[in-house]
């Protein structure tokens, strides 16, 4: 085994000279692999303990919430054939949290729906089980989303991880560990899924897993993996101009890029199809079920946005009532064209010159650019971008945590109305802890010298000064009676301030990528 890879052993630390693919080869090499089986138990463990506090619409008829929502669909997808699942009906009120997710989430439905019927039938019986809250049928809800997570964002998360780090021409063993950590303990994750209650993890993970297939050159391998996580949530979408813009850019530099291109789309149609088929059997279908089922995956209706999320149209609105000023169909066609111009730059930037890393760059830009301009935004949409920047918090170490902080605490006026401070606060613990490891990272101080200067660290303390204040005065204080969001709107500000320098700050940062990659090309041809 030893002929291909040779070591070189500094205290606690190895470095690879020839990579290769042999993924085993480094997990023995490192002991990652117990590191992270290590990390893993204490992980779920946490997620356990934030389970054991309140969810979304707990013990708040008529229609409770999210936890609700998620079992409504285990019921009606276990009782009623698949080409009922979208459409209303006497049996299938859409107006009580009809599916509103695509296929994928409604076959992940049904899966946990037979789950929870081999237990406790009465909590997924049609017509009788609405506001169904006993003990047994809480834990049962909450073990489909931790088995979801064991199943499909640990493995993605250690797939990506393997692949990552072996790419790497050094990397120390205490920053893979720290890696590690930093995704499977992700605060914003945790409660959103296990405490407010979601399935965030399925389509993340296979996004992680699809990330994972495109750094070890398996483009087909990615495409299925995306295309699965974009029919698990339409959200998904966050990140398809990455992908495309990756795929495309690297196709066109092949000798056949036609024929690379037409692998590529084959295989997106074809997962497309499988996953579709009940929809598509028929032209009454096409032209029937399909488009109600499409019709309930963009909800138009509800208007550009709803709560007090930290994103450009809610944050506008205070000074430009754009709902008044301008109807539905046009605000689709103004959100989409500034979602387009806002990542455009970072999808040329792939288009040009793809690599790796500008990859990655490339998923958090574009995710913060439908964050911030598409139609229809919810706070738990942060859980899109914040995802790649964790990807990349070896690289981007003190952006991760500012950004990190910021999807907390843009979050937290709806993790206060699920009473999860108590989790907040020990989680936003628990995080800067890990974050602050000794040990850790020490290679990356060149990196913090560069990108934070002295007055841009003074500024930022100020900002976590700040949101400690509002922190207090969110939980203590009410606000005035003719300005009863007025907390929410402040935080919305700061938040979204932030927000857009960051954006800002990693769309130079991917095209300064490009102008390195260049110039060390450059050099190497001198």
């Keep these: 085994m030893g002929k291909k890879k040779a070591e070189k052993m500094t205290y606690d630390k190895v470095e690879v000279v020839d990579n290769g693919d042999d993924v085993w080869w480094w997990l023995i090499c490192r002991s990652i692999g117990a590191s992270f089986l290590c990390i893993s138990v204490f992980a779920l463990l946490v997620r356990v303990a934030v389970s054991l506090h309140p969810y979304s619409g707990a013990g708040n008829p008529p229609k409770f919430g999210d936890y609700e929502a998620q079992r409504h669909w285990m019921e009606i997808t276990l009782n009623l054939p698949a080409k009922e699942w979208y459409r209303n009906s006497t049996i299938n009120d859409l107006s009580y949290w009809g599916l509103d997710y695509p296929p994928l989430t409604a076959y992940q439905s049904y899966v946990h729906g037979l789950f929870l019927r081999s237990f406790d039938p009465d909590s997924v019986s049609l017509f009788t089980s609405r506001g169904h809250e006993t003990y047994l049928g809480k834990l049962l809800m909450r073990w489909t989303v931790l088995s979801s997570d064991a199943l499909v964002f640990f493995p993605a998360v250690f797939g990506f991880v393997s692949v990552y780090h072996t790419s790497r021409t050094s990397s120390r063993k205490a920053d893979i560990v720290w890696h590690i950590a930093m995704l499977l303990l992700s605060p914003c994750l945790i409660l959103i899924d296990h405490g407010h209650f979601q399935y965030n993890c399925i389509s993340l993970g296979l996004t992680v897993g699809a990330v994972a297939a495109i750094l070890s050159q398996k483009e087909l391998v990615a495409s299925v993996l995306f295309t699965l996580a974009l029919n698990h949530k339409q959200m998904s979408a966050y990140f398809a101009p990455a992908f495309l813009c990756h795929l495309l850019g690297k196709c066109l530099r092949r000798k056949n890029p036609l024929l690379e291109v037409s692998k590529l789309g084959l295989v997106v149609i074809g997962t497309f199809a499988v996953i579709w088929w009940p ?248």
């Design 279 to 526: 929809y598509l059997h028929s032209t009454d279908a096409i032209f029937g079920c399909l488009v109600q089922v499409l019709s309930r995956l963009a909800p138009f209706e509800r208007g550009i946005y709803e709560d007090y999320v930290a994103n450009f149209w809610c944050t506008t609105s205070i000074l430009i009532k754009w709902k008044q000023l301008f109807t539905t169909q046009t605000l689709k066609i103004i959100s989409l064209t500034a979602t387009v111009l806002s990542c455009l730059p970072s999808m040329v930037q792939q288009l040009l010159a793809p690599s790796s890393k500008g990859f990655l760059y490339g998923l958090l830009n574009s995710s913060l650019s439908f964050y911030l301009f598409s139609f229809q935004v919810h706070e738990k949409s942060i859980l899109l971008p914040l995802l790649p920047a964790t990807l990349l918090a070896l690289e981007e170490p003190h952006p991760f945590k500012w950004l990190t902080h910021l999807a907390l605490f843009s979050m937290f006026p709806l993790l206060c109305r699920d009473k999860l401070v108590l989790p907040y606060v020990a989680l936003y613990a628990l995080f800067t802890l890990l974050y602050h490891a000794p040990g850790r990272c020490s290679g990356r101080s060149k990196t913090s010298k560069t990108d934070y200067s002295s007055v841009a660290s003074i500024m930022i303390g100020l900002l976590y000064v700040c949101s400690f204040i509002l922190h207090i005065v969110y939980l203590t204080m009410r606000p005035p009676e003719k300005l009863p969001f007025l907390f929410e709107a402040v935080i919305m500000l700061l938040c979204f301030s932030q927000f857009m320098l960051f954006a800002c700050y990693t769309n130079a940062k991917q095209w300064w990528l490009s102008k390195r990659l260049t110039t060390d090309k450059e050099k190497k041809h001198i």
